[in-house]
DNA sequence: GGTATATGCGTAGGCACCTACGCATGTCAA
DNA sequence: TTGACATGCGTAGGTGCCTACGCATATACC
């Protein structure tokens, strides 16, 4: 590092600065975590998609589903889904059909290689689970600690935090 | 929700999955912060990416630096500093001068009109990092949180875990 | 039956990053 | 001085989502 090293150091400007902080170390470990896992399917030598792994979970075990209820399942949006099964359908893990009850809806269900491709990931999906559990235990409790994140943004979103601040900012 | 409703119920379902279930809801719960930080730029009329922020900051408590020094200081990417820059320049928000010691180098500062930016944003900043602190504090230590998972990853990554619950895998 | 509203989902554009690659420059050792 | 290696950073392509928009179909109500 050179001399001109910013004084609060790397760690400490992203303490400040509020949303960001909280925000951007979100994304960045999201980032780290999923890059971590599309590490070990290139390792494996499978062509995977790390957010396949979801619908592809949901799907085997529940399927078929259409899109909004992947999205439902999955808590993504259904445009986020749409996208996704236009590649698992190229890489031929999904198909669909439409639904006999609602013609606007397609009913989406893993296909004889995408099952095979199940199977041939178990071993991986359990090791990424196990490993997951492990971090987890050792951060002392991140996913308890998303939940209750996520439960006081549906409370009141960040958003509405920030615009009622502002508000007693104006009036002040 | 239809009668076909996967039985375990979205919230459900993303507790399984390992490493999705905690990638997938950090870069979730990221693009829901950040999505709402945009709208609280939009509805004050004023156009700006909330990828701005930090290195706005940074330059104007810091500045100049270098873009690897703002990488550093941002703990991202200096790519993403780089793609950064241009839209900041694009904005008219920062400048830059080639490093007299270091040819490589071009020190990156705000222009005057970023300068105002920057006293025009602060009590959106100011509103932003209080609506913050008080999540932070309802949801009982996300910060710290993030913190800790940050410190087991370096500690050791979820590649390297997975990989050795792999390994046992295969030996068993 | 007709109209207004709701719902399912496809498509486009965008977000804030990432890694990979490669060029230019700087540093170090022989 | 030269060659090997390190470093700064630009560029390209990609990731896994998001919102906005719009079309087709379903539902509710008069």
Excluded at 33 to 58: C, K, T, V
Excluded at 81 to 86: D, F
Aim: aromatic content about 4%; cysteine-free; charged content about 25%.
């Amino acid at each position: 590092m050179s001399t001109t090293r910013t004084p609060s150091g790397p760690q400490d400007f992203t303490r400040e600065g509020g949303s960001t902080m909280i925000g951007a170390r979100l994304r960045r470990l999201s980032e780290r975590i999923d890059g971590d896992a599309g590490r070990i399917y290139a390792e494996s030598g499978i062509a995977f998609e790390q957010r396949w792994m979801a619908p592809m979970r949901l799907l085997s075990l529940h399927g078929p589903l259409s899109v909004r209820e992947i999205a439902a399942a999955l808590g993504i949006s259904h445009a986020s889904v749409s996208q996704a099964r236009l590649s698992l359908h190229k890489a031929r893990l999904i198909s669909w059909t439409t639904d006999p009850t609602d013609a606007r809806s397609r009913k989406l269900h893993l296909t004889a290689s995408g099952r095979r491709m199940v199977e041939r990931l178990a071993p991986i999906w359990s090791a990424l689970m196990a490993a997951a559990i492990e971090l987890d235990a050792e951060a002392e409790g991140t996913v308890a600690a998303l939940e209750r994140l996520d439960r006081a943004l549906q409370r009141s979103s960040l958003y509405d935090r920030a615009s009622a601040h502002l508000r007693r900012q104006t009036r002040a």
